[in-house]
C-alpha cells in the first residue's frame, strides 16, 4: 500500500526571524517548479529515486570548530527506508541528531514504521531539503568524516516538500519545522497490487516414504514470468482506522484525517498555516535553513515567541525554541534546554 506522488502545490507560510507570510508570486514559482518537475516524471520512464538517508556536516562557512550535523532524509519512500534509518541509528548509537527530510511519500507502511523509531528516539523534523557538497576541510578532518560515513552538505528550503507518506514521519518528530518555502501536502491513499501469471515446470519424481511405501513428488526444474499486471483501487477502512490510530498516537488532532481523505489521489491538498497549527502538523515555521542562519555552530537557546502561538497568518515571528527532552504529543511546545540547539552536533533530547 503506499501514496502515489503526485504534483504538489506551494504553501505560503510564515518564515523566521521576521520574515511574512509567502508572497503570491513565490507561490506562483512554487507551483510552476513542481508542476514541470511532475510532468518530467510522468514522461520519465525511471522511477522515482528511493530516499537516501545519512548523516550530514554542515558546510556552511564560519561554523568551526563545532559545526552542526542532522540526518538527511531524501527521496521516496519504500520497503527498503526502514532499513536505511535503523542502520544510520545504529552507527548513532544514543546520540540524538535532527532530521531534515524531503521527499514525495511512497510506501505507507514503511512511512509508519520509520515515524515509530523517530518518535522512540525523540527526534525532531525539519521540512528542508539538503544539497550535498565537496568537503572543503583539512584532509584529515574530510578522512575523519569518511570514516564516519558523515556526508558534508547545506540546508536548503526552497520547494522543499514533505507530501504523501512522507506526512506520516513528519508527524512522528517530536517538535515539527515547517517554514518559508516549505510544502506539505496530503490526499487519500491508494492500493496498489501487482499480479503476476507464473507458468511453472515440473518432473514428476517419486520418493520413498519412512515406512517404505513410496509416493509422487513433484520437483519444479523452470519457471517461466507470463505477464505482469498492476491494478490501482481504493484504500481499505482498515487502513484509514490504523493511519488514524498512528496520527492521535503522535499527538495530531483527528482533524487532520477528513483534510486527507478529501484530497483525490491524483491531486494534493496543501495545508494551510491554519491548518498546520490546528492539525498539530508544524509545531513551529521556520526551516533549518533560516535556523543554521543565524545559528552556525552551537547556538543561543533563549525562546522566541512561537509562530504557533499567534492568531495572524502574516504576523512576523521566530521560533528558535530548543527540542523537547521526550517523545510525547507536541502540540503543546516543550521548554527550552540550556545545552541543546535543534541542530547542535551533541543534541540529547
Not at 79 to 103: C, M, N, Q, W, Y
Not at 261 to 267: F, L
Request: glycine residues 6%.
Amino acid at each position: 500500500m503506499r501514496f502515489i506522488p503526485c504534483l504538489i502545490v506551494a504553501l505560503g507560510t510564515l518564515g523566521a526571524v521576521g520574515t511574512t507570510a509567502m508572497t503570491a508570486r513565490a507561490q506562483q514559482e512554487a507551483q510552476r517548479h513542481l508542476q514541470e518537475g511532475a510532468a518530467a516524471q510522468r514522461e520519465s520512464a525511471v522511477p522515482p529515486n528511493p530516499m537516501k538517508v545519512t548523516v550530514v556536516r554542515s558546510a556552511v562557512a564560519g561554523c568551526q570548530p563545532v559545526c552542526a550535523e542532522w540526518i538527511a532524509a531524501q527521496g521516496q519512500i519504500d520497503e527498503s527506508t526502514p532499513d536505511a534509518f535503523r542502520h544510520v541509528f545504529e552507527r548513532l548509537g544514543s546520540r540524538k541528531l535532527s532530521i531534515l527530510i524531503d521527499s514525495i511519500g511512497g510506501e505507507v507502511e514503511a512511512a509508519l514504521a520509520i515515524g515509530r523509531m523517530i518518535r522512540a528516539r525523540g527526534l525532531d523534523i525539519f521540512v528542508t531539503r539538503t544539497v550535498i557538497e565537496p568537503c572543503t576541510a583539512t584532509k584529515n578532518e574530510c578522512r575523519t568524516l569518511a570514516a564516519r560515513s558523515v556526508e558534508t552538505g547545506r540546508p536548503e528550503a526552497r520547494i522543499s516538500k514533505c507530501a504523501s507518506a512522507c506526512a506520516f514521519v513528519l508527524a512522528s518528530g517530536v517538535r515539527r519545522y515547517v517554514g518559508a518555502w516549505t510544502l506539505v501536502g496530503l490526499h487519500e491513499i491508494k492500493a496498489i497490487s501487482t499480479l503476476r501469471l507464473i507458468r511453472q515446470h515440473y518432473r514428476l519424481e517419486r520418493r520413498t516414504t519412512p515406512n517404505g511405501q513410496t509416493a509422487p513428488q513433484k520437483r519444479i526444474i523452470k519457471e517461466e514470468l507470463l505477464k505482469v499486471e498492476t491494478r490501482e483501487g481504493p484504500a481499505e477502512e482498515r487502513t484509514y482506522r490504523k493511519i488514524a490510530r498512528y496520527f492521535a498516537d503522535m499527538g495530531i488532532a483527528p482533524t487532520i484525517m477528513p483534510i486527507m481523505r478529501a484530497a483525490p489521489n491524483a491531486t494534493i491538498h496543501w495545508l494551510k498555516v491554519a491548518e498546520l497549527k490546528t492539525t498539530g502538523l508544524a509545531t513551529d515555521f521556520i526551516n533549518a535553513e533560516q535556523y543554521l542562519a543565524t545559528r552556525p555552530g552551537i547556538a543561543s537557546t533563549a525562546r522566541a515567541p512561537s509562530c504557533s502561538d499567534t492568531n495572524s497568518a502574516a504576523a512576523p515571528c521566530t521560533t528558535a525554541a530548543a527540542p523537547s527532552p521526550n517523545p510525547r504529543p507536541a502540540r503543546a511546545l516543550p521548554k527550552p534546554r540550556p545545552d541543546a540547539t535543534a541542530l547542535s552536533p551533541n543534541q540529547r533530547n
